[in-house]
RNA sequence: GCGCCCAUAGUUCAAUGGAUAGAAUUUCAGAUUCCGGUUCUGAUGAUGGGGGUUCGAAUCCCUUUGGGCGCACCA
């Protein structure tokens, strides 16, 4: 039973004593007090003068009364307006400081039985990680290792979007450019040499957008003469288009070299392309029709097209292409994941996953809770849980995302039986996921209740605001290496290192950088946007991840002197009745620590711990400027401080694993 | 157009409906230097505007302004 539960206990005894009424012991909250008032705990008395029939401040001094009369701890109280403010004595925090070093765990929840996926991550296979994905993954890592710690069981998932048309776009591009390169051959990471080719794909379009408004303008002589006369063919369409490319590429030499004899046998093989270059000639020939639009008639984009159907068709030859690059991706991501620290119990492949989630339409539709419209699509109409109507089948029976999420989240399920499923996505999907539970429980799903959306909102850096629209995203790798650079520089430059083995100070580096970037991102309430400023989040000083992970070295250095000096027996083994008030602060703020983590855990916020701890590290650093260790003569009040540096050091190393983040011994 | 989210010191972040809105950073002034420098103390400075509910509002409601996101038979 901690501290405010027993307080509340005597509280409500002083009702039934004093004033004969059982209250609802709900209505008593302690809140911290504030700084300029003696004590630790405050009592609001305003919604109980309703019960005492007295005034604010007259209720505050009758509880207060009975409070240092009863309860043994509470020695002093004061108060001030309608707030009751209570000392509690040193002996009891005293006690409390050497029950919580010998308490392994401290503050972790008791075991709840219950187990909850955390997905988190779930990346494209043909974009490379960047800034955005870096709060995510840390968000999720620091959920699950907080959910952890409340006692629950918690599954790491990351579903991978591994299949789709932007999948092949890369493949395409990479048939056209690639040439045959590997990520051995080019040097890069498997994910890089995929995003390569997806940009490079866009390049394609460009090049033939340029090329369709010139075959299609009227200007051009070499080409139109030929359609007028009814002679050209969409084969000598195809074959002009791609001379053009070859020009095109001659002209500009430092363009990427595109295979044009592979692209023109695609294309010249491709009937979807074919029957698109009859539409153009049809419309050079005839150009009334003001629906045609340039941008729709790349041919790039329908040979990607034609390649999604085979590769659902199971052809063997792209889905060799597919699983190489596949194979190549992932391992670029599995370098990443180790780099930055986030691992997975589980992994989902929506190439596996895309066709679930009919069966639950069929469901759906015979329980009456989705409905078909003339044209065959199947719907749901959320207009009573103040959503729209939102499609669940396309008319041809095919998926949408939501089909899939709705399968996936079944078979998530089945294979664990989830009491909670969080899925860390960004805030633009709000509505998506509200349109997700909303259905799941409409269809009385279980589970439908435990689904929660983490979201949270866009990193921005002090350069400009990042989208990766506008081609400004910041890569993940190129980022955490800039990051362990600045640890190293401004490391070096303070001279932390200088009797340090080159790898001891490369690991420093690692732990402070990653440390920083870390700390800044998570210390955010999620939901929020941010700023992320990379200079400022590896300075030592301020609300940074180096501030702490610096505090809790000073610790570890206090205590390994005080281990060459002798003082190893067992800590707690000393006898003190008085604490000064700096020694009781941190005293207080440690045992703040439980009700924090549960807070965390229920409210899905890594920034609540990030707080805590950042808090404690300032009460710590107070302690120590205020008060000298090793030169305390007393030697109880020696070992005291010694014990608080102890339980303080611990609970920011488990703060910080709470966060993902690693903290040194020494620096 | 409709819907959702956000708005707090110069800047970046806090604040279960509770006290004089806290920190950090910046600038200025000082202290400590025992274990360790980057530690500590103090000063300056803010709830976008207007209404309402409440004993009490940064927080809840209405309105207005300014930002972001979403409104695909895309994922």
Excluded at 272 to 280: G, K, S
Excluded at 429 to 450: C, E, N, S, T, W
Excluded at 606 to 627: C, D, F, S, T, W
Aim: proline fraction near 3%; hydrophobic fraction near 35%; glycine fraction near 6%.
């Amino acid at each position: 039973m901690n501290l405010e539960h027993q307080l509340s206990s005597y509280v409500l005894s002083a009702f039934e004593q004093v004033w004969n009424i059982d209250i609802n012991p709900e209505i008593i909250s302690f809140q911290e007090t504030k700084k300029e008032f003696e004590g630790s705990h405050t009592l609001v008395c305003f919604s109980l003068t309703k019960f005492t029939k007295l005034s604010p401040e007259q209720t505050g001094e009758a509880i207060g009364k009975y409070l240092t009369a009863h309860a043994p701890f509470v020695t002093r109280f004061n108060v001030v307006k309608g707030f009751l403010n209570l000392t509690i004595s040193d002996v009891y925090w005293l006690d409390s400081l050497k029950s919580i070093s010998q308490t392994t765990n401290y503050g972790f929840g008791e075991d709840k039985n219950e187990l909850v996926i955390v997905e988190y991550s779930s990346p494209n296979t043909n974009k490379p990680l960047h800034l955005g994905h870096l709060r995510n993954n840390f968000l999720g890592y620091s959920v699950a290792e907080i959910l952890e710690a409340n006692g629950y069981k918690v599954i790491r998932n990351n579903l991978v979007n591994d299949r789709g048309i932007h999948i092949c776009k890369s493949m395409l591009a990479y048939i056209l450019f690639g040439n045959g390169e590997t990520p051995e051959s080019s040097n890069l990471k498997g994910d890089k040499l995929a995003g390569k080719h997806y940009v490079l794909f866009n390049n394609i379009l460009l090049r033939e957008n340029v090329i369709i408004r010139d075959t299609i303008s009227k200007e051009i002589q070499s080409i139109n003469p030929m359609v007028e006369s009814g002679q050209l063919s969409p084969e000598e369409y195809i074959t002009e288009l791609v001379d053009r490319l070859e020009k095109l590429e001659r002209s500009n030499p430092g363009m990427d070299k595109l295979d044009l004899n592979k692209y023109k046998s695609l294309l010249l093989n491709d009937q979807c392309v074919l029957d698109e270059a009859q539409n153009i000639i049809n419309y050079i020939l005839n150009p009334v029709d003001h629906n045609f639009k340039v941008e729709e008639k790349n041919f790039s984009l329908i040979l990607a097209q034609s390649m999604l159907l085979k590769w659902e068709e199971g052809d063997s030859q792209v889905r060799e292409l597919w699983q190489k690059m596949n194979t190549w991706v992932y391992a670029g991501f599995e370098e990443t994941y180790e780099k930055i620290g986030v691992k997975f119990d589980k992994y989902y492949y929506e190439s596996n996953t895309y066709l679930l989630g009919k069966e639950v339409v069929e469901e759906g539709l015979k329980s009456g809770v989705f409905f078909t419209k003339d044209n065959g699509s199947v719907w749901i109409d959320l207009k009573e849980e103040g959503l729209d109507e939102k499609l669940v089948l396309r008319n041809d029976g095919t998926s949408v995302y939501i089909t899939q999420d709705l399968g996936t989240a079944d078979l998530k399920y089945n294979d664990f039986q989830f009491a909670k499923s969080i899925y860390v996505v960004g805030n633009e999907q709000d509505y998506h996921f509200k349109v997700l539970q909303a259905i799941m429980k409409k269809l009385g799903r279980p589970y439908a209740d435990g689904i929660y959306h983490l979201s949270y909102g866009m990193v921005d850096l002090p350069s400009g605001k990042m989208k990766s629209r506008e081609g400004t995203v910041v890569d993940a790798d190129d980022l955490v290496n800039e990051m362990l650079q600045t640890a190293e520089t401004n490391t070096r430059e303070l001279g932390k290192v200088n009797d340090f083995s080159s790898e001891e100070a490369n690991k420093l580096y690692q732990t402070l950088g990653l440390g920083a970037l870390k700390y800044f991102l998570l210390k955010v309430d999620p939901k929020k946007r941010m700023l992320f400023d990379p200079q400022e989040s590896v300075q030592f000083q301020g609300n940074t991840g180096p501030f702490i992970q610096y505090t809790h070295a000073r610790i570890r250095a206090i205590l390994r002197k005080a281990d060459e000096i002798g003082i190893h027996t067992p800590l707690w083994e000393f006898d003190r009745i008085e604490l000064l008030p700096v020694e009781k602060d941190v005293i207080v703020w440690l045992n703040k620590f439980p009700q924090i983590l549960k807070e965390a855990g229920e409210k899905y916020s890594p920034a609540e711990i990030a707080n805590y701890v950042y808090e404690l590290a300032k009460e710590y650093n107070r302690l120590y400027q205020e008060v000298s260790i090793f030169n305390e003569a007393h030697m109880p009040a020696l070992k005291s401080r010694l014990l608080i540096s102890y339980v303080t050091g611990n609970l920011i190393k488990t703060c910080m694993k709470l966060l993902g983040i690693d903290v040194p011994e020494r620096m």
